[in-house]
């Protein structure tokens, strides 16, 4: 079992609709949670982070939080083309200070 | 731009030749890592310094790769003997010391072996 897991897509959506991203994580304890957007032949770039069970919202954004289940998802509002990237979700395993990847999800927005 | 800064940002070399990758992170940050990304995957965990001490390293990191932090400042990635497997993306982060903080990636620097 990885440590990260996320379905590698493509996800397609039209523009304006709702996109959701999911991860699962296989440590129990792990205490930080990040999503980051990344561009073709770009860097990571961190979205929203998330420590607490439930949801935080961030512009049209939403992180959501279930540890029981292990899993996070990623929620974006009035989807755009400028969207279309690879989602990145990043987890912080207990007993260490690395950031363990999954392989990331291609989202596409269909304008 | 983060504020950390990455060199070269792209680099071909013949297989078998040595490479060095450089890695200046926020000044302010005490954590620094380095990860090798391929097409499709996601950013994989090489290894990671907190100040001058280099505190965990993947297991899948071969002899043939050594990283430096002399002073605890910028960082280096060495790779000996290249074979074509290593063709990636490395990139480099840096992260302030309290734990639960983003990390901030340069802009990566690519290696083509060939």
């Known amino acids: ?111 | 731009d983060t504020g950390v800064s990455q060199d070269p940002r792209h680099k071909i070399t013949k297989r078998g030749q040595n490479v060095t990758f450089r890695c200046d992170p926020i000044s302010e940050h005490n954590r620094l890592y380095w990860y090798r990304q391929t097409l499709g995957q996601g950013p994989e965990f090489l290894t990671y310094f907190q100040n001058e001490a280099q505190l965990e390293k993947s297991r899948l990191l071969s002899d043939r790769f050594s990283a430096e932090r002399p002073k605890g400042s910028f960082s280096t990635l060495e790779i000996q003997r290249t074979e074509q497997g290593d063709s990636a993306m490395y990139l480099c982060a840096s992260i302030p010391v309290s734990l639960n903080t983003e990390a901030f990636f340069g802009q990566g620097t690519r290696l083509t072996v060939v």
């Open chain 1, 1 to 111: 079992q990885k440590e990260v897991e996320q379905n590698s897509g493509p996800l397609s959506v039209p523009e304006g609709a709702i996109a959701s991203l999911n991860c699962t994580y296989s440590d129990r304890g792990s205490q930080s949670f990040f999503w980051y957007r990344q561009y073709s032949g770009k860097s990571p770039e961190l979205i929203m982070f998330i420590y607490s069970n439930g949801d935080k919202e961030d512009g049209r954004f939403t992180a959501q939080l279930n540890k029981a289940s292990q899993y996070v998802s990623l929620l974006i509002r009035d989807s755009q083309p400028s969207d279309s990237a690879t989602y990145l979700c990043a987890v912080n395993p207990s007993g260490t200070y690395k950031y363990i990847f999954g392989t990331g999800t291609r989202l596409k927005v269909l304008a």
